[in-house]
């Protein structure tokens, strides 16, 4: 089945480290995006990208980093200069524009 | 810059009836407007794509209607289940906007039996 698999489900981490988060889909779809989401604020954008080897940074891009070196795959990075990264995030992808999002199951992270 | 509400934050209904969710926004230069439902934990699933030509969609029981100059989505789910509750989210990408969704706070909908 087509989708996006978002891993791990859940992620623990100590204050200060780098985390990366997974997400790969086999849509063969352009666009992928990376979102955020905690209680009461609706989803933030991090960072998207519309074509392999090219991103650009969201509404909320400071302490994360993004790769997209494979069409399929695009890995998030929460930094330890990101200051509240505990929160539900959230991958998803698009052929166009005039297409629906596919979101994939999401990873929560927490950090202590 | 655009902000999207969806009011009421939450929805308790019985089960079979009729209702209607909103969607509100401030820039009416809009490319498109999407409904989604999110599950507790889960990620969203698209409901429905609503063009900004086009003045409705529908999809079995759920119809999305979009009116521009007024800056309104409504979503609208008949005879409702138990199954319904979750929650609905709308999103909509300006002219221009690229492929960049802003997306509403969402109206958590619980129907009840």
């Known amino acids: 089945d087509g989708g996006i698999t978002q891993s791990p489900k859940y992620l623990f981490r100590k204050e200060g480290q780098n985390v990366t988060l997974s997400c790969e889909q086999n849509l063969n779809h352009d666009a992928m995006y990376w979102y955020r989401q905690d209680p009461g604020q609706g989803l933030r954008l991090i960072y998207y990208?519309?074509?392999?080897?090219?991103?650009q940074k969201g509404d909320i891009a400071e302490g994360y980093s993004v790769s997209r070196e494979k069409k399929e795959s695009f890995p998030l990075t929460v930094t330890s200069a990101q200051k509240n990264p505990t929160a539900f995030y959230l991958c998803?992808?698009?052929?166009?524009?005039?297409?629906?999002?596919?979101f994939g199951n999401g990873t929560r992270l927490t950090v202590t | 810059k655009q902000e999207v509400t969806q009011i009421p934050a939450a929805l308790s209904v019985p089960e079979g009836e009729n209702l209607v969710l909103n969607c509100s926004f401030t820039?009416?230069?809009?490319?498109?407007l999407q409904w989604f439902r999110q599950d507790p934990g889960k990620g969203l699933t698209s409901l429905l794509l609503?063009?900004?030509?086009?003045r409705e969609q529908t999809s079995g029981r759920l119809n999305a209607s979009l009116d521009k100059s007024s800056g309104r989505s409504t979503l609208y789910i008949a005879a409702s289940q138990p199954g319904d509750s979750a929650t609905y989210l709308c999103?909509?990408?300006?002219?221009?906007?690229?492929?960049?969704?802003?997306f509403g706070t969402g109206t958590q909908l619980k129907v009840e039996l």
């Open positions: 990208s519309q074509i392999v080897n090219d991103f």
């Open positions: 820039d009416s230069a809009i490319y498109n």
């Open positions: 609503i063009q900004s030509s086009q």
């Open positions: 999103a909509l990408i300006l002219t221009g906007g690229g492929n960049k969704l802003t």
């Open positions: 998803a992808s698009t052929q166009d524009r005039n297409s629906p999002l596919h």
